[in-house]
């Protein structure tokens, strides 16, 4: 099998100009190049590569760099929404479940329904202990308490594929219950906790956002189909989620999170095809509280 070789920087850029590629300022190409790798900025041309893997006509170099650092700095915003939600998320439940069943209800597999596998969870658990071992909580209740971690300390320690997983194996009941708290039901809330860590986890590995369909697509209410087709995995399906999920935080959401999105978009919108994201004309009024 033949092993691809290596490539100057002034190879990949001879290589993107003799595919089509319109590039001006080959000093600023390099630089770009130099602090992206070649393979994650190719991901962002494949939008423009036609068949005969050459580009479409007018594609321009500075289009599709603007176009990556329109996605990093999306990431930004979006990982500052789902950290609030793991935060806010890890306070619900650690707060109901000490109330209902204790401190360390949450080590009794009764007390989830039957597809709770306490095996997974707690391995799950202990790899989290390990990869905290050296944060003065880890070693305070390794030392202190034998290592028994009451749920409200515990959570803290909880992934967000963590809090998805507790929430889904939680009973109906519990569901229920803490579902109340974000105005929902339970089968959308175990939705978008579910999808919120799978965007999460992209966003960690900083993985592409603008032009991508999404594998998990959050189950959402009657009324977005006003704005939107619910069943096409977009990016305006994941901001609508988060904007459910920030429901008692509407003035952060509005404030915080969506005036920066809108004025990255407006930076930006020379560069963006906003269908790529679902996005139809009023799309900022669709996300607003």
Known sequence: MEVKQPKTYEEQIEILRDRGCIISDDASAMDFLKRVNYYRFSGYMTAFKQSDDTYIEGTTFEKVSSIYNFDQNLRII?????SEIEITSKSILAYYHAHRYGSLGYLNKDNFNEKHDRERFTQKFEASIQNNRSTLIVKHHLKNYAGKFPIWVASELFTMG???LFYADLVTEDKRAIASEYGTSYKYLESWLHSSAVLRNICAHYGRLYNVRFHQNPKLPRE??????????????????????????????????????VALVEKY??????????????WSDILRW
Do not use: C
Not at 78 to 82: N, P, T, V
Not at 227 to 248: E, I, V
Not at 269 to 282: I, K, Q, R, S, Y
């Open 162 to 164: 963590m809090i998805s």
């Open 224 to 261: 977005f189909a006003k704005h939107a087709d619910r069943s096409k995995h977009t990016l305006l399906n994941q901001l609508y989620m988060l904007r459910l999920l920030y429901s008692n935080y509407r003035n952060e959401w509005n404030n915080a999170l969506l005036s920066p999105l």
């Open 269 to 282: 919108e020379d560069h963006l095809d906003l269908n790529t994201m679902g996005f139809p004309v009023n």
């Open 78 to 82: 979006l990982i500052k929404a789902l």
